[in-house]
């Protein structure tokens, strides 16, 4: 399911991040890693939605199989962003316990 594995990358990279060994190299080069892969899986992602609409018909017809809302690059983002904050949030609060 490329929507798990999308947001497993995005929670790992935020969690890296905020790490305490975050700066340190081997933790950058992870997370560029980590970043390509998951560039990679959105692509292919979006890419097989694409053609999958392409061999279905009319478009009209692929909506009435398919009820799933495809993401914009700038949607993307701002689950990005938000998956960030939440990450930051649930790790300040974990480590308070």
């Known amino acids: 399911d490329f929507g798990t594995a999308i947001e497993t990358l995005v ?3 935020s969690l890296i991040k905020q790490s305490k060994i975050a700066h ?3 933790c950058k080069i992870l997370i560029s890693s980590l970043q390509d ?3 990679g899986i959105e692509d292919k992602s979006y890419g ?3 053609r999958h609409r392409s061999r279905s018909g009319s478009p009209r017809e692929s ?3 398919h009820r799933h809302r495809t993401r ?4 993307r983002n701002e689950y990005r962003r938000s998956s960030e904050d939440y990450d930051g949030k649930y790790s300040r609060d974990h480590r308070r316990r």
């Open 72 to 75: 914009s690059p700038r949607d």
């Open 63 to 65: 909506r009435k199989k």
């Open 37 to 39: 892969t998951l560039k």
């Open 11 to 13: 929670t790992a990279v």
């Open 24 to 26: 340190d190299d081997r």
């Open 48 to 50: 097989q939605r694409a």
